[in-house]
């Protein structure tokens, strides 16, 4: 099966006097294994981030704060846009799609990655992404 893009809902544990939790585990909701975290922060509104896809990185991607437009792109051409805007909501990206990402003011992008940073996953060349 080849796997699409595809919306995560997160469960919340709590409530609005105390404050919630949400969780994300390995094989319940995240398809792979965990091999890094990272996030990002104070984007600047106007900037468009991504750029680039990846050979065989997956990715789970929440905005933890804020709000973060994704458009993603396959080989094909086909488009997917997904409007990250709550803590409970995730976006699952499987490798092989081209990305771009705007951020809100105060946004923070949370990322769990299946594999440690490697510049050589990346395709940071649109034309070389589509001729593959
Ligand atoms: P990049 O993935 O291109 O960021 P974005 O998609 O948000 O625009 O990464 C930006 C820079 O940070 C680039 O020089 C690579 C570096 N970087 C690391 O060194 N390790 C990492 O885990 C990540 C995600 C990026």
Same mark, same amino acid.
């Given at each position: ?5 595809? @919306?995560?809902?997160?469960?919340? $544990? +709590?409530?609005?006097?105390?404050? /919630? ?8 909701? !995240? ?5 890094? !975290? /990272?996030? *990002? ?19 789970? $991607? !929440? ?10 792109? &396959?080989?094909?051409?086909? *488009? ?9 909501? +995730?976006?699952? $990206? ?5 990305? *771009? ?13 299946? &594999?440690? @940073? ?7 060349? /649109? ?6």
């Amino acid at each position: 099966m080849i796997d699409s893009p595809r @919306y995560i809902e997160f469960s919340s $544990i +709590g409530q609005p006097d105390i404050g /919630y939790i949400s969780i994300a585990e390995y094989q319940d909701l !995240v398809p792979f294994k965990i091999n890094r !975290v /990272y996030w *990002t922060y104070f984007t600047p509104n106007h900037v468009i981030r991504g750029n680039h896809a990846h050979k065989s990185l997956k990715q789970i $991607i !929440v905005a933890v704060c804020g709000v973060i437009d994704f458009k993603l792109e &396959d080989r094909d051409g086909n *488009t997917y846009e997904f409007v990250l805007d709550s803590p409970e909501k +995730g976006i699952f $990206i499987p490798e092989g799609y081209w990305r *771009t990402i705007r951020f809100s003011h105060s946004a923070v992008l949370l990322c769990l990655a299946s &594999d440690k @940073y490697d510049e050589n996953d990346y395709i940071r060349d /649109y034309s070389v992404f589509k001729k593959i």
